[in-house]
């Protein structure tokens, strides 16, 4: 909720803005118009510039996490189970992913998990399709990879 605020603020201002500007530029003549925007123009490109220092700065400040592991759920405040959401009597809970990565753009996934992840700059998401029947096998690989079956 905050961040659509934020979002429709920045937009309420950034009309504002825009507003102003023309009822400046027609009150001022296009000439002193265009030596204004030139020089609000610097100053826009010079905050743009120090946001991206800042930023690169900050990336490579920051160390690395350390290895990346699955969070566990917590369970609610209150009372454990009601009626409604109490499992069945004998229905035994499904064993926990034990699962780890370590690295820059590492992913560990366990458990029941679909979708992409994409680890890299300029990264292209394959997606592929296959059935096996019987004991057959379905090997797929979207890159360089070698099989060697015995």
């Known amino acids: 909720m905050r961040k659509r605020v934020l979002v429709w603020g920045g937009a309420a201002v950034a009309v504002v803005t825009v507003a102003a500007l023309i009822i400046y530029f027609v009150r001022v003549g296009l000439d002193d118009a265009d030596k204004l925007a030139s020089v609000l123009g ?25 290895p990346a592991t699955i ?17 069945p009597p004998g229905k ?10 370590s690295g820059t753009r590492s992913v560990a996934v366990g458990g029941d998990n679909s979708g992409i992840i994409s680890t890299g700059d300029g990264t292209t998401n394959i997606q592929m399709r296959a059935e096996a029947s019987g004991g057959g096998r379905v090997y797929q690989a979207g ?8």
């Open 42 to 66: 610097l100053f826009v490109a010079a905050a743009g510039l120090a946001v991206a220092v800042h930023g690169l700065r900050r990336d490579r400040a920051r160390p690395d996490a350390g």
């Open 71 to 87: 969070a566990e759920p917590t369970e609610p405040a209150g009372p454990a189970t009601t009626a409604e959401t109490a499992e």
């Open 92 to 101: 035994p809970e499904p064993p926990r992913p034990n699962v780890s990565a």
């Open 143 to 150: 890159g360089d990879q070698t099989i060697n079956e015995h």
